[in-house]
């Protein structure tokens, strides 16, 4: 007998786990987030993925009586509209998962590997959709905020003044401010500095800090470069002529709202096919629905004695 097999009494761990069950997860996936915003958003679905938003012309050029105690005749009106409205169309966010039919064949029990490559596939596909919601060069919300909703920050890091602000640019029913986890970080350090520390409430049962009572919602699609970020405030919902995020209903193999997947056959090398699809946009119904603060440092701290 060896001298290793001499110094054992007893079965070593490393030759009785050939006999044990391990037990294991799914895949962990570093890059899935909640994906507030499109929790927050109210979602339109859109027929032949196209929104058209019309607005009226020159809301100025109404004319009413106000006060009115004698005969006067009484003034002729109506409501122009654009003739060129915009229009937003649905865009696509695809890719083909591949599985080799031997591998799933064989290698499925107790996690089924086209379920999971499916549901990992299916979570980069939605997280791409939030970054293009919120950076896409067509319809991302910050690029479509109007020049008079940007405001620059006072002094850099992000104040209560400065969101004092926001809420002053997009008063009517605000409904939540969207900002990198570091920006909301830098934002509690300003109000702990100035003795008015924000306050919590619980959604989707999450706690949120608030500020003037609506909750800044954590997205790291708001991208920081060179310390600098921006932060938004909207307001949602199509009755508040607000911004709105639009999908395609009824697609074939639809999963979720605005996305399918199908099967797509099996190749001559045994390569099952997948085609994951996800059609989205977002509308700004009106310029006041929304507002941007530009320039937001997140790298400022205070010392406290």
């Known amino acids: 007998m060896s001298e290793t097999s001499k110094a054992h009494q007893a079965l070593g761990d490393r030759a009785a786990r050939q006999l044990a069950n391990t037990t294991k997860t799914v895949p962990q996936m570093t890059a899935i987030t909640p994906r507030w915003l499109v929790r927050f958003l109210e979602?339109?679905?859109?027929?032949?993925?196209?929104?058209?938003?019309?607005?009226v012309k020159d809301e100025t050029a109404v004319e009413v009586a106000c006060g009115q105690k004698d005969e006067r005749t009484l003034?002729?009106?109506?409501?122009?509209?654009?003739?060129?409205?915009?229009?937003?169309?649905?865009?696509?966010?695809?890719?083909?998962?591949?599985?080799?039919?031997?591998?799933?064949?064989?290698?499925?029990s107790p996690i089924d590997q086209i379920r999971e490559q499916l549901r990992l596939t299916i979570e980069s596909v939605k997280e791409h959709q939030e970054s293009e919601l919120v950076n896409n060069?067509?319809?991302?919300?910050?690029?479509?905020?109007?020049?008079?909703?940007r405001l620059k920050t006072r002094k850099g890091p992000p104040t209560p003044d400065d969101l004092d602000e926001l809420?002053?640019?997009?008063?009517?029913e605000p409904s939540f401010f969207l900002a990198h986890p570091t920006t909301i970080a830098a934002f509690g350090r300003e109000c702990t500095r100035r003795g008015v520390p924000p306050p919590t409430v619980n959604l989707f049962g999450?706690?949120?800090?608030?500020?003037?009572?609506?909750?800044?919602?954590?997205?790291?699609?708001?991208?920081?470069?060179?310390?600098?970020?921006?932060?938004?405030?909207?307001?949602?919902?199509?009755?508040?002529?607000?911004?709105?995020?639009?999908?395609?209903?009824n697609l074939p193999g639809e999963q979720t709202?605005?996305?399918?997947?199908?099967?797509?056959?099996?190749?001559?090398?045994?390569?099952?096919?997948?085609?994951?699809?996800?059609?989205?946009s977002a509308a700004i119904l009106t310029p006041d629905a929304i507002a941007a603060l530009e320039g937001v440092d997140v790298g400022n701290y205070h010392e406290y004695k």
């Open 206 to 249: 999450t706690p949120f800090l608030t500020w003037r009572g609506l909750p800044l919602v954590p997205s790291d699609k708001l991208k920081v470069e060179g310390g600098k970020t921006n932060l938004l405030l909207l307001r949602v919902g199509q009755k508040k002529q607000g911004v709105i995020g639009l999908f395609q209903p």
């Open 167 to 172: 809420i002053a640019k997009v008063w009517k």
């Open 75 to 108: 003034p002729e009106t109506f409501v122009d509209y654009e003739e060129a409205p915009r229009e937003y169309t649905l865009s696509a966010i695809s890719t083909v998962l591949d599985v080799h039919t031997r591998v799933s064949d064989l290698f499925s």
């Open 257 to 280: 709202p605005g996305l399918s997947v199908r099967f797509m056959g099996i190749n001559r090398k045994a390569i099952a096919s997948y085609l994951i699809s996800l059609y989205c």
């Open 43 to 55: 979602w339109k679905p859109v027929e032949s993925g196209t929104l058209r938003v019309n607005r």
């Open 137 to 149: 060069g067509d319809y991302g919300l910050l690029k479509n905020v109007p020049a008079p909703q």
